[in-house]
Structure formats: structure tokens, C-alpha cells
């Protein structure tokens, strides 16, 4: 009986398996599965438009709002050109940061999780991956309950009395209401998880045409009734002397820090690049222009708010669309539900780009047997819902608070992973061996942990801990705040800095002495152990090339291309 109810379980449990490809060992099943690979050509199909259409679409969400318009708020708030300098020059470096990791997974395929083991280890790839992952969660919720903001302002402009719906819940920071749009936003987001990363890039397009075109209309209106662009125009800074200084320095860190995340995990996206060129250029530009556009859209609607309803300035747009319902015409309440249900598909199409399949693909990686990228997506989800964001989002200084937080731990990670593929191993990895669990794989270095990549880690992390201690309210030395404040740079040059001291002094294999990117002609590799070399991994031409630098002057200290 014991052995039947065993193998009824073993079935049910083989059931839940994602498919596999066959002849891999039980290691080699906790490495790969379909989402893992490299993208075959025929998933290839992100262009440069495609890109642009990404940011453009990304880039016209309330989250961007917020954090340029909590720059002017506040006793040490700065003028609104200074806080849309901040901006561009902070989303400009992001896009820096966003092309040096797009590249990685535009070049060879492979997303986040797979590139991390080369830098990390085959098994300590696993820890910066839960990192990653448990971020996205929580950013999801965040990024949900904006959504649910959304939703209620589209209910409260076809039923008034929705404003005041009763309230039962316990928390202070919310109610009843907000918690029901919240749920409602995350009901209908469901569906887009289903969709495969290749073709949700349809999503983006749509939502690149009509969410832009909700803010200038926004823009337009917030100015007609203020007849005006509104007195910040005009305002200038309240922090002056070296204040100001740190304000902007600040202010720049929260734009680099609203990318935190896209910076790590952009390979998710890049890797459906048809060539690493289309996703150059196209994101280089795309995001500072989309970013800063919009940023300063929330700018102006923000000091517009400040001559309609006097007072100190409306950071939140969606509360300003709140206030635009008092006492509102027929015509304006269904401007706002236009408005609000254009924002609301911008949170849809944020959420899925930045969370819901970063997450997925983290959460593949950590039990590829069992998951994917859509089962994890809906972890994602579930997380999200069970989560508080409400508490993340009380104030402006909550707001960012979490942002610097949450830069600390990935700006480590972005450290050491950009300085092993550009600078210690010049863009050569051997990609089949990112699969392997064998110990003769130059990715298992100590038991498939890399010490010097941990160690780098650390580092980056550490040069900030005593600054995040003092920005959640501890007393610390004056020196640490500072660093503090430009903590994205710090822990990403720590991080990088030591590793590539450590990599100097303690080399590491399967590295090459100058450029060598192997992975343009990849096609659809096998990983099982004891698979044909070239078996439908490389094209002739790929390894013509190979062989010719396969001679002594050619600098690469492991030459064996595992299974390709």
C-alpha cells in the first residue's frame, strides 16, 4: 500500500516537471530546461524598434513620476531644472549600465540566471538570482498596487460613491477600497503572464502609443486649469550650498537606483535580439529621452497642482486625478477614466517587462525542473498579492528610501558580473559549460561556488551597510552618509575593483587575453553530457573561426568549448 501511495506521489510530481531535453543527469536537470537555453534563431525576434518601443512604453509609468517629482518636494527640495538635470543625467548612466549587460545576453542568448554562474558559479549563481528574484517580488507588488490606484480612480469616475466604500480593514496606511482595486488590478494582470517573453513584446507597442498619449493629454490639461505651467517654473531651490549639492547628487542616485533592477536583468530582454547591435544604440538612447520626457511631464503637471488647489505641490499624479473628480462634469470624468485606465495599462506593461518576467526567469533558474518562466511569473504574482506595498509608497521619503535600499545589494552584483565579461574574460564564454555540473567545468571552480566573486560581492555591499543603517533612521557617522549617497557607484566599483584584483592575482580558466565574443553564430546547442561536438550548436563557420584562433597566440587559457 506504502508503495503505491509512493508511486502515485512520484507520478503526480513527475506530472509537474516542465519539459527537458533528454539525456541530462538529475545535476544537469537543476541547470536547464527550455527557458534556460540559449534562444534558438527563431525566437529571435526583438529588432531595434522593438527596443524603443520597450522603453518608450516603460518609461510612461507612475513610478518615473514620483521620483521626479519627490525631488522638488520636501523642506530640502530642489528647482525643477535641476531636478530634470538630475534625471537625464541619472538615466543616461543608467542606459550605460543597461547596454553593458544587454549586450552580454544579445551576444550569446542567455538570460540573467545563466550569465550570473560565470561570475558566481554554476550552485553560488543561486544566491544573487534570490536576490534578484525576491527584489521583483516585492517590486511587483509595488508596481500592483500603483495599478490598484489606477483602477479606483476608473471606478470613482463611473460610480461617485465609490470613494466611499466602507472600511474593515486594520491598517492605517490603507482601506477597504484601495485594497479591493489593488486585488482587481491584480486579477486582470494574470493573463498577460501567460504570454511567452518573445511575443509579449506586442504589449509594449500598444502600450507605447497610448500611455504616452494619456500624459501629454494629462500634461495639457493640468496647465489649461492652472493657466500656467504653475509657480515651480519659477521656484528655485530650497537647499542651497553644499545641501544643493548632495541633493542633486542624490537625486541623480534615485533615477540610477529606479534601474536597478533592468540593469541586472536586461539580458531577460536582450536575448531575444536578432543581433547584439539592435540592442545598442536603440536603448542607449530610448531610455534617457523616454525617461526624461516624462519626468518632466511630471514635473509640470506637479507645479500646476500647487495654482489650482494652492499649497504645497501634488507629487502623486494619481492624486492630482483624484482632486480633478471634485465636482467634475460628465466630459472630465471620462477624461479621468481615460487618463487612469491608460496609467493602469502602463502599470501592466511595467510590471510584466520589470517583475513578472525577471522574476520568472530568476525563479527558473532557482528549480528549472519544475519551473518556467510563466509558472514563476505567477509566484511572482502570488507574492505580490500577499505582500504590503502600501507601507513603501506612505511618503515620498519612504519612497526613496526603499529605492537606495534596494540599489545596495544589485549594484554588487552589476559590479562583478560587467567586470568578469568585459574586463577578466573579454567577452569569451563557453556557453555549454554554463550547463555543466561537472567538476572539470571552468564555471564549478570551489564545489560551483566562485569565492572571488562572493568576496567581490561582499565588498560592494559593505562599503554601504554602515549608510543604509543611518538612512533608516540610526545614527552613524557623517562619512558614511556620504558614501551612502552614492551608493549605487560605490558598491558597483568596490565590487568590480576587487574582482578583478582577485581574478589578477588569483587567475581564473576559460578567459581570453583580447576580445573574443564566440556567441553571435549559436543556434540550438545541446548540454547533455556525451553530446556530438557541434551538434547543432554552432554553425561550420563558427568553428572555422575557432580553430583559427586556436594557436598558441591567441590567449585563450581554456580553448575546450564543452559540448558545442
Not at 561556488?449 to 559593505?462: N, P, V
Request: charged share 15%; net charge positive; hydrophobic share 45%.
Amino acid at each position: 500500500m506504502e508503495k503505491l501511495k509512493a508511486s502515485k506521489a512520484q507520478h503526480y510530481i513527475d506530472k509537474l516537471a516542465v519539459p527537458a531535453e533528454s539525456g541530462l543527469t538529475n545535476a544537469q536537470l537543476m541547470l536547464t530546461n527550455h527557458d534556460l537555453k540559449p534562444v534558438e534563431p527563431e525566437r529571435r525576434q526583438w529588432g531595434p524598434w522593438n527596443f524603443v518601443g520597450f522603453w518608450i512604453a516603460d518609461s510612461f509609468n507612475i513610478n518615473t513620476w514620483m521620483i521626479s517629482s519627490s525631488m522638488i518636494s520636501g523642506d530640502d527640495g530642489i528647482s525643477w531644472w535641476q531636478s530634470w538635470l538630475c534625471v537625464w543625467i541619472g538615466y543616461s548612466i543608467s542606459g550605460m549600465f543597461i547596454t553593458l549587460t544587454g549586450r552580454i545576453g544579445a551576444t550569446y542568448h542567455i538570460s540573467f540566471p545563466v550569465i550570473a554562474r560565470s561570475s558566481f558559479g554554476i550552485w553560488g549563481s543561486l544566491w544573487p538570482v534570490f536576490n534578484r528574484a525576491a527584489m521583483a517580488c516585492i517590486w511587483y507588488g509595488v508596481q500592483a498596487w500603483i495599478g490598484g490606484q489606477c483602477v479606483t480612480l476608473m471606478l470613482r469616475s463611473i460610480w461617485s460613491n465609490y470613494l466611499d466604500l466602507p472600511n474593515s480593514f486594520p491598517s492605517e496606511s490603507t482601506n477597504t477600497r484601495d485594497y479591493v482595486s489593488f486585488f482587481l488590478f491584480w486579477v486582470f494582470s494574470l493573463p498577460a503572464i501567460w504570454f511567452p517573453v518573445h511575443k509579449i513584446r506586442h504589449l509594449f507597442t500598444v502600450k507605447a502609443y497610448f500611455a504616452p498619449a494619456a500624459g501629454v493629454a494629462f500634461f495639457i490639461w493640468a496647465i489649461l486649469k492652472a493657466h500656467g505651467l504653475g509657480p515651480i517654473v519659477r521656484q528655485g531651490s530650497k537647499a542651497t550650498g553644499s545641501a544643493l549639492g548632495w541633493a542633486i547628487v542624490k537625486g541623480i542616485m534615485s533615477s540610477i537606483a529606479n534601474f536597478a533592477t533592468l540593469i541586472v536583468n536586461d539580458p531577460d530582454f536582450a536575448r531575444f535580439a536578432r543581433k547584439p547591435k539592435d540592442a545598442l544604440w536603440s536603448q542607449l538612447f530610448s531610455i534617457p529621452i523616454g525617461f526624461g520626457v516624462t519626468s518632466f511631464i511630471g514635473i509640470i503637471v506637479s507645479s500646476s497642482s500647487a495654482v489650482i488647489y494652492g499649497g504645497t505641490p501634488v507629487w502623486n499624479p494619481l492624486d492630482l486625478l483624484g482632486r480633478f473628480l471634485e465636482g467634475a462634469t460628465s466630459g472630465e470624468r471620462f477624461g479621468v477614466f481615460i487618463i487612469s485606465t491608460s496609467f493602469a495599462l502602463a502599470q501592466l506593461g511595467t510590471n510584466i517587462a520589470a517583475n513578472s518576467v525577471s522574476a520568472g526567469t530568476d525563479m527558473t533558474a532557482l528549480l528549472p525542473r519544475y519551473l518556467n518562466i510563466r509558472r514563476g511569473g505567477y509566484i511572482c504574482a502570488i507574492v505580490g498579492l500577499a505582500m504590503c506595498p502600501w507601507n513603501l509608497l506612505s511618503s515620498s521619503n519612504n519612497f526613496t528610501t526603499y529605492l537606495s535600499a534596494y540599489s545596495v545589494f544589485l549594484s554588487s552584483i552589476a559590479g562583478v558580473m560587467i567586470c568578469d565579461y568585459y574586463i577578466v574574460r573579454r567577452g569569451y564564454l563557453q556557453v555549454c559549460d554554463l550547463y555543466s555540473a561537472r567538476q572539470s567545468s571552468p564555471y564549478c571552480f570551489t564545489f560551483g561556488f566562485h569565492w572571488r566573486g562572493y568576496t567581490a560581492y561582499i565588498c560592494g555591499i559593505l562599503i554601504n551597510i554602515v549608510g543604509f543603517v543611518g538612512a533608516i533612521g540610526k545614527e552613524v557617522p557623517a562619512g558614511a552618509t556620504y558614501l551612502y549617497n552614492l551608493n549605487y557607484f560605490c558598491g558597483f566599483i568596490i565590487a568590480s575593483g576587487t574582482y578583478y584584483l582577485l581574478c589578477r592575482y588569483f587567475p581564473i580558466p576559460a578567459t581570453s587575453d583580447r576580445w573574443m565574443e564566440v556567441g553571435d553564430e549559436i543556434r540550438n546547442p545541446s548540454v547533455a553530457y556525451g553530446a556530438e561536438d557541434g551538434m547543432d550548436a554552432v554553425s561550420e563557420g563558427s568553428r572555422d573561426k575557432y580553430d583559427m584562433n586556436k594557436d598558441e597566440e591567441s590567449g585563450v587559457r581554456q580553448r575546450n568549448l564543452g559540448t558545442f
